[in-house]
């Protein structure tokens, strides 16, 4: 298993340190992984001037699955708009052709009392929200900033094509198949063209999978029913901007931004995993950070790119059974609960596994 290695930036060092103990301990039990190191987002500029250097590309193109840690810092957001850490994320996503982001959004007992809503309401919560990761208005032409009339005026194009509309549902379909058999796909067709076609071919693909139950929602409305009642849905399908937003918005429904993975997937399963959440610069250094989303993003490598259930699971489990010890970073501890820092979350998934 051939593993590109991206820590990034902010924190992303320190909750990858512990993601290749993980490794480090497989490959002790046997597993073959080898592990080649690059730069991506603020680091790469700092060192080539590019946030997603070619020696990067040709790295991650020669390796079988991408382990990411973060990007970006506030040091690097007066950079010309291609120089920006972030462009790093969009290019590699490209150049890869990493069109489909899973993102489940899992509320383990442990934590029902971290999250925002009532424990009753997000208890038992799995989700999994399939995004198109390529497409839409963060890759749309044209963009830019332009002089007209006399002001500034803004502009982005969101656009998609047919084909890619339907390779995302397949995945999405292909996802709700192998859970619980229920696909919400998320739109704007009642203002935007181009999601009026979203819609229109995500009914024509769900003729494929008749075992199937498709359902349709405007994205506003999904947005409010996600804190009103979460376990309505199972997998939810939608466009990249949308699900940027609603992936987030489910994160916290679990307590924590700290404890979920993704996945994004070529169509051979090659992958980038990376935890959702961003580079914490207010605590990077500090071994405060929850490494637990990173972890977590080595499990799903393992499942989806490497056909590793048990080892998976193993993960997994050992996570688990660290939160039914008690154990809690400061973003899942409870006020007045001891919290534990980065290293010692490492220690104790160790010590599990």
């Known amino acids: 298993m051939k593993i590109a290695v991206l820590a990034g930036d902010g924190i992303g060092p320190e909750i990858i340190a512990q993601a290749i103990r993980v490794l480090d301990a497989l490959k002790a039990d046997g597993m073959s992984i080898e592990l080649e190191h690059g730069l991506i987002g603020g680091c790469a500029v700092d060192a080539t001037g590019e946030p997603y250097p ?4 040709q790295l991650v193109s020669n390796a079988d699955a991408v382990l990411l840690g973060s990007v970006g810092g506030p040091q690097y957001d007066t950079l010309p708009r291609p120089q920006r850490p972030e462009r790093g994320l969009l290019a590699i996503r490209k150049a890869l052709n990493l069109f489909a982001n899973l993102r489940p959004a899992i509320l383990y007992p442990e934590l029902a009392n971290a999250s925002s809503l009532k424990p ?3 208890a038992g919560l799995d989700i999994m929200i399939v995004r198109e990761l390529t497409g839409d208005i963060y890759f749309g032409e044209p963009r830019g900033i332009e002089q007209r009339d006399g002001q500034r005026v803004g502009f982005n194009t969101m656009i998609y094509s047919e084909a890619e509309i339907s390779r995302i549902a397949h995945v999405a379909f ?10 919400c796909s998320v739109d704007k067709m009642n203002v935007l063209e181009c999601t009026q076609l979203w819609r229109d071919v995500v009914i024509e693909v769900s003729k ?3 075992q199937v139950t498709l359902s349709h929602m405007l994205v506003d409305n999904a947005a409010m029913q996600l804190v009103r009642d979460p376990k309505q849905f199972d997998v939810i399908v939608t466009g990249n901007m949308f699900g940027d937003i609603l992936s987030d918005e489910a994160s916290m429904l679990t307590g924590s931004i700290g404890m979920l993975p993704s996945a994004s997937l070529d169509q051979n399963n ?3 995993y990376e935890p959702i959440h961003g580079s914490a610069p207010d605590i990077a250094g500090k071994d405060i950070a929850n490494p637990l989303a990173t972890i977590l993003s080595v499990a799903m490598m393992l499942r989806y790119t490497f056909d590793q259930e048990e080892a998976a699971l ?3 489990t050992a996570v688990q059974k660290v939160l039914q010890q008690g154990l809690r970073t400061s973003d899942i501890a409870a006020p ?3 919290a534990i820092g980065t290293q010692a979350m490492g220690d104790a998934v160790l010590s599990h596994l």
């Not at 070619?54 to 590309?57: G, I, W």
């Not at 292909?174 to 859970?179: E, G, L």
Request: glycine share 6%; no cysteine; net charge neutral.
């Open 270 to 272: 090659k992958g980038l």
């Open 174 to 183: 292909q996802a709700a198949a192998k859970r619980n058999q229920k696909l």
């Open 208 to 210: 494929e999978y008749p």
């Open 54 to 57: 070619e020696v990067t590309h």
């Open 120 to 122: 009753e309401v997000v």
């Open 314 to 316: 193993r993960i997994e």
């Open 336 to 338: 007045g609960e001891q």
